[in-house]
């Protein structure tokens, strides 16, 4: 976390007492169950995950015609594999895939809060939220991207996606060069959340 | 201006922070398992898509609580607040806030108990669960709550038409970015259907259903030739209501 954050222990040591002390009193008072939260969280351990988005992506980059099922119609091609069932439940409703390729990169942002597609990638990470990337992405996406690690040239259009209303976008990343060798479930294992998102290259692994 | 609402294009903020946890802190899990039992638990829910029975289901919780509930909080703060709280900061805040509003609990008790966990960080949670309330958080998050709805109406615009984005008052919560208000773009998609909001957000425009249309905007013609990276789109979805109507 950047400096801005630095809490002290003390601050971070009250939000976690009263947070446990609004826990409590609503169990006590029958407005959540003391499994509640538990079920919750349990929800993005198993069911909505990366571990769904890579896999959706692996096959994209094992079958040219799944990729082209998926950007026509995302949501009936994700029902193809065999995913948990809720894919199509919060926040992900309607999802749509944008694929990069060397002609076009995509980034997925959402300026006004931090709205993501849960099903297939789960809870949005830190940098997603933050307010100086929602500020500058829209701004100036090249300048973000090569702070992630990732140069796009001038001669590549950039799309960027403000997820405004009820869309929720992510992104096919390019296969790497150098994985024709690779499974379709190695290949799932080099998914990183970032790539959907359009804020990180697939990498292979140190050979 | 609302400046929660224009973050979008905000200039001169240094480094992006590139934390990949979802959560920083143990505690940030809790609010954010709040919260969405919150939302599995909203009366609206009777009337959503699917229809869940909120009626039967034995919970005190007899309010609204929604996404949009969630973003009034944060964005209804004191600009100048919003910036000193950190992310689940800001949503403990307001939920515990909404919770003493409307009576569920009173302020002294949630400070006293905080107090008490706050010298016994390990003290447990009370033991009350409740199999129906798991039951449906589960059905809640597999099922969604969509907002597309029958329309009676006919879209404003089609495919490939030039826009312009409205200006309407600025009030607490919104889904108009603000870096587009009154900017020109074109339609590339007319989504099917219509699409409700959470809540009516009064003179803002958007509650009943209405079309939704995917904009795309040059960068140029938001930040200027000069301010802007060459070759870049920006697409945004907004509800016809942020759309200037055809003269």
Not at chain 1, 52 to 69: L, M, Q, S, T
Not at chain 1, 172 to 178: F, K, L, S, T
Request: hydrophobic share 40%; glycine share 8%.
């Amino acid at each position: 976390m950047s400096q801005l954050f630095d809490y002290e222990k003390q601050r971070e040591a009250e939000s976690a007492a009263k947070v446990r002390a609004l826990e409590a009193l609503l169990i006590e008072k029958g407005v959540i169950g003391s499994d509640s939260v538990d079920t919750v969280l349990a929800h993005f351990e198993t069911v909505a995950g990366p571990f769904n988005g890579a896999k959706i992506v692996a096959r994209a980059w094992v079958d040219p015609e799944y990729k082209a099922r998926l950007l026509a119609d995302t949501p009936k091609a994700i029902a193809e594999l065999n995913l948990a069932q809720g894919m199509d439940g919060a926040e992900g409703e309607h999802m749509l895939a944008v694929a990069n390729s060397p002609e076009v990169h995509n980034l997925i942002i959402c300026t006004l809060c931090s709205c993501y597609p849960w099903p297939i990638l789960g809870l949005p990470p830190y940098w997603y939220k933050d307010p100086v990337f929602r500020a500058r992405g829209v701004r100036e996406p090249r300048a973000v991207l090569r702070e992630f690690g990732v140069p796009v040239s001038d001669d590549t259009q950039v799309k960027v996606w403000d997820s405004s209303a009820q869309i929720r976008w992510f992104v096919v990343p390019e296969r790497p060069a150098g994985s024709e060798h690779l499974s379709e479930a190695q290949l799932a294992e080099l998914v990183t959340p970032e790539s959907m998102m359009g804020v990180a290259l697939i990498e292979l692994p140190a050979a | 201006m609302k400046l929660q609402h224009y973050l979008g294009g905000l200039e001169n903020l240094g480094p992006v922070d590139f934390e990949k946890q979802v959560f920083v802190q143990e505690w940030e899990k809790r609010i954010f398992g709040i919260h969405t039992t919150m939302m599995a638990e909203s009366a609206h829910l009777i009337d959503a898509l699917p229809r869940y029975p909120m009626d039967t289901l034995p919970t005190a919780f007899k309010s609204d609580w929604t996404w949009a509930s969630l973003r009034t909080g944060a964005e209804g703060m004191q600009p100048f607040e919003y910036f000193k709280f950190r992310y689940y900061e800001k949503w403990l805040g307001g939920i515990s806030g909404f919770f003493v509003d409307q009576g569920y609990i009173n302020g002294d008790e949630l400070k006293s108990r905080a107090d008490f966990y706050r010298q016994q960080p390990d003290a447990p949670l009370p033991d009350k669960p409740s199999a129906p309330i798991r039951e449906q958080i589960v059905r809640y998050l597999l099922e969604g709550d969509s907002g597309l709805r029958p329309y009676a109406g006919t879209a404003l615009f089609a495919e490939g038409d030039s826009v312009t984005v409205a200006d309407p008052v600025a009030v607490d919560h919104t889904r108009l970015p603000g870096y587009l208000r009154c900017k020109s773009g074109k339609i590339v998609e007319v989504y099917p259907g219509a699409y409700a909001y959470f809540v009516n957000t009064g003179p803002d425009g958007i509650g009943e259903p209405m079309p939704v249309y995917r904009v795309v905007f040059d960068a140029a013609d938001i930040w200027g030739e000069e301010k802007s990276e060459p070759n870049t789109m920006i697409y945004a979805d907004l509800f016809e209501a942020y759309l200037v109507p055809p003269k």
